[in-house]
């Protein structure tokens, strides 16, 4: 009775209007009626020790309707008159129609006095109202009830049957397969189903009667040959008899009713568990995976050549296209499924999941975080070390450039300055090679320049961390050690010749007569001999050498011109995408923004449209991937600057990836709220006034209220409270204390009371059922009445039952049903 609603029973009972003008016109139905009625009054009165005979006799008096309604209802009605005057019987028949009034039951056309002068169809329209209420409007099938209720069970029920369809309580009954059909169901050893015939109505239907009177306690309501002789048999009758059925098997209703609330729960249970065990996988992987990325990003050892450089920068390109987006998704999906697993934890009244240790949202964002730090400096010391080796390249090049060449110049001087040709020279041939002498001195402080460029080419270098600096040190060495021998030979020589000089002009003052004579042609010699070696040493080389540099030069300035066009012309054509795919991105994010946030028809409505917003986003893709062609393109040319856009290759990857995430957060959202508001039956109207009173008082905008707004918005809808009230409100919409209060915290809090969900007592109270009203429950039972997936579920998570009652294999079934709802990890 707890779950009796008085408005259905006043919208059923509505067509008794026409009661006395309608349905009791034919003598069949009023023939059927009278039996069955008075034989379902009986089946209650006996229980008091009494019966009636005839059905609007004996009621006139009142005291059999009092002791029937108190039989069926368990309640006692005020003491019956019993005096035998006229005034004594209507007043206890007021008693009993009060009663019935009393339980919502409208009373149309009935009236005391009819009843007290034995009026048939007042009476009958009575009994039915009766029946109706007690025996019929509790019926409850699948959020169906009463009339409905009882069809619904008796369409169940006979659905594996053939021949056996019900659609009505008249003529689907008339056959006998019906009732046949619930007796089999519930009782299969009553009755030989297989040997009956669907035209052997009569066999059928006083085998079904029968049966029911010996083995079910249900009395014989009908004749068969009433049912079978009438065209239409009365609904009424029918219904009366048919819910006999119904309470008769109640029990099994029950254990199937039971079985049907632990098989919900359990069902939400495996869900959850399944969610939850996705989450824990899905939380393992992506933080092995960034355990072993984070390394890889902070190892900074530089290569020894551009090449190797290069592919490490193409090995991030690709850990930045190929690699990393996918675990963006799963980040972004692991939250989703964190969300949706919450809420319908909230929605299913079980406790919030904590992840195990380290697994938490906020331990993934901040190992993401952690990843993202290492990944920020790792392209920038790319760069940085590609630059560094394309100056070290350009070094180490010219130092040997210069090296060869100072090299080349130098080869066969420290032979020629150890010469001792001085000392077989003449006097004039003495002042020859001093002269040339002087000439060699002068090109050897000429060089002294290069010299110095290669030992300061060789000190960046090693500034630089050049990887062969060894051997650029071991041959500036070298080439430093021969010039400072070459200078010592150079004094040396110049000192011996000097030395001679001075001998041979003694000597020459000695024949002074024969030099003066032999001075002409010892002059045409001298300037023929110092003529040859300048014009050999000095012009004639050095000449060629700068005719074959300068076309050299030419076409090196050349190359690089159309090199950097080709540079400017890669600026460009990325300048002009990117410029393009930046604003496209922010302009959905805002778009997406607003989408999530205006309440514009209702949240399928918003789906959808955030669904096309998605499909939209995700075909842009390839303006992405075409970009990050470009982007190669310019990396692999070693360009660093663009003047043509303020956007970065990463700008656009960390704005898609975020765009990617918030539009499959922001339907997320959308879909709890759809599941929040199907769960407690909020209404399109109410979730419009929600979201109202939240974008009102979310000032900044962001999609969530802070402590302050959210204080405000419940004063304004009539909250007083102080600040412990405020407290325990904020610990409920925002549990991890961060501060703010989303709209999915929002809607469960304003509805947290209308939810209708299953409870550990009710679940306990199914599992008494099953067992039996026992304490425990068996294997056996639990394989009985549960299917075999959720009956394994149960029996490999219940504890044995330890009771003074318990039996071999006896299971705890009242921990289990607490656990189900007191811890999440059972």
């Not at 050892?301 to 690699?323: G, I, S, V």
């Not at 904590?354 to 906020?362: A, I, Q, T, Y």
């Not at 039996?807 to 607490?818: I, K, N, R, W």
């Amino acid at each position: 009775m707890d779950h009796y609603d008085p408005q259905q029973t006043n919208d059923y009972m509505q067509p008794e209007e026409d009661w006395d003008r309608d349905l009791l016109l034919d003598p069949a139905w009023e023939k059927q009626q009278r039996k069955t009625f008075t034989a379902w009054c009986n089946s209650h009165l006996r229980k008091a020790g009494t019966q009636i005979e005839n059905i609007e006799e004996d009621f006139r008096d009142g005291l059999k309707l009092m002791l029937l309604l108190e039989v069926i209802s368990g309640e006692r009605l005020a003491k019956p008159e019993r005096g035998k005057m006229r005034v004594h019987k209507i007043s206890n028949v007021n008693k009993a129609l009060d009663f019935i009034a009393s339980k919502g039951v409208k009373l149309v056309s009935i009236g005391a006095e009819e009843i007290v002068d034995g009026n048939v169809k007042m009476t009958l329209g009575m009994i039915w109202t009766i029946i109706l209420r007690f025996a019929i409007q509790d019926i409850s099938v699948e959020e169906t009830s009463a009339k409905e209720g009882l069809l619904l069970w008796c369409q169940r029920k006979t659905a594996p049957y053939k021949n056996v369809n019900i659609q009505n309580f008249h003529i689907s009954w008339k056959d006998g397969l019906g009732f046949c059909a619930l007796i089999h169901r519930h009782r299969p050893e009553l009755i030989d189903y297989g040997k009956l015939r669907k035209d052997d109505p009569l066999t059928n239907l006083n085998t079904a009667f029968d049966v029911a009177e010996k083995y079910l306690d249900i009395p014989k309501m009908l004749d068969a040959e009433d049912i079978v002789g009438t065209a239409r048999p009365d609904e009424k009758a029918i219904m009366t008899y048919v819910s006999s059925f119904y309470h008769a098997f109640s029990g099994a209703q029950k254990a199937e009713t039971a079985a049907n609330r632990i098989c919900k729960v359990l069902a939400v249970n495996q869900e959850n568990e399944q969610l939850m065990e996705d989450y824990e996988k899905l939380a393992s992987d992506l933080l092995e995976w960034i355990r072993r990325t984070i390394p890889w990003l902070e190892n900074r050892a530089p290569e020894n050549t551009m090449q190797a450089m290069q592919q490490k920068l193409e090995d991030f390109r690709d850990y930045r296209r190929l690699h990393k987006p996918p675990k963006v998704q799963e980040k972004c999906q692991l939250e989703i499924n964190f969300n949706t697993l919450q809420t319908k934890l909230r929605l299913s009244n079980r406790p919030a999941f904590m992840p195990s240790e380290g697994k938490m949202v906020s331990d993934i964002n901040n190992a993401w975080g952690g990843l993202e730090q290492a990944e920020k400096g790792y392209e920038e010391w790319l760069l940085n070390e590609i630059r560094r080796l394309e100056r070290l390249d350009h070094l180490a090049e010219k130092f040997r450039q210069k090296a060869s060449i100072h090299e080349a110049w130098t080869d066969g001087k420290e032979a020629m300055l150890q010469q001792k040709d001085y000392e077989t020279a003449t006097l004039s041939e003495i002042k020859a090679l001093l002269k040339k002498h002087e000439a060699f001195e002068s090109d050897l402080a000429a060089h002294q320049d290069r010299v110095e460029q290669i030992a300061a080419i060789a000190q960046e270098l090693n500034e630089l961390d050049y990887y062969d600096s060894p051997s650029v040190n071991a041959r500036c060495q070298k080439i430093c050690d021969q010039w400072d021998n070459l200078g010592a030979l150079t004094q040396k020589r110049r000192e011996a010749l000097e030395r001679t000089e001075k001998l041979l002009e003694t000597i020459d003052q000695l024949y002074l007569e024969y030099a003066k004579r032999a001075a002409p042609f010892n002059n045409w010699m001298e300037g023929a001999m110092e003529d040859l070696q300048d014009t050999f040493i000095v012009h004639t080389i050095e000449e060629i050498q700068v005719r074959q540099l300068v076309p050299r030069r030419d076409q090196a300035l050349m190359e690089e011109h159309a090199r950097q066009q080709q540079n400017e012309r890669l600026r460009k054509q990325f300048g002009a995408q990117a410029n393009v795919i930046g604003p496209w991105i922010q302009t959905k994010m805002e778009e997406i923004g607003r989408i999530s946030i205006e309440m514009h028809g209702t949240l399928e409505d918003q789906l959808n449209h955030l669904r096309q917003y998605e499909k939209s986003i995700v075909n842009y893709k390839p303006k992405i991937d075409q970009l990050e062609g470009d982007h190669q393109q310019i990396q692999e040319a070693l360009i660093f600057d663009n003047k043509h856009t303020n956007y970065t290759m990463e700008h656009i990857r960390v704005g898609w990836e975020q765009l990617l995430t918030t539009i499959a957060r922001t339907i997320n959202e959308v879909e709890n709220q759809i599941l929040t508001r199907d769960a407690k039956g909020i209404s399109q109207e109410q979730m419009n006034e929600f979201r109202a009173s939240f974008n009102h008082f979310d000032r900044k905008k962001t999609g969530m209220m802070d402590c302050e707004d959210f204080r405000a918005c419940l004063i304004s809808m009539g909250y007083n409270m102080g600040e412990a009230e405020f407290a325990r409100i904020m610990s409920i919409v925002d549990p991890n204390r961060l501060g703010v209060v989303t709209f999915q915290a929002f809607i469960d809090f304003m509805s947290r009371e209308t939810a209708d969900t299953d409870t550990a007592d009710q679940v306990m109270a199914s599992f008494k059922i099953l067992a039996g009203d026992k304490n425990y429950i068996t294997v056996d039972e639990l394989r009985r009445e549960l299917p075999p997936d959720q009956a394994e579920y149960c029996i490999a998570r219940m504890a044995p039952y330890n009771g003074r009652d318990a039996v071999p294999g006896a299971l705890d079934y009242m921990s289990f049903s607490t656990a189900l709802y007191g811890e999440s990890d059972l």
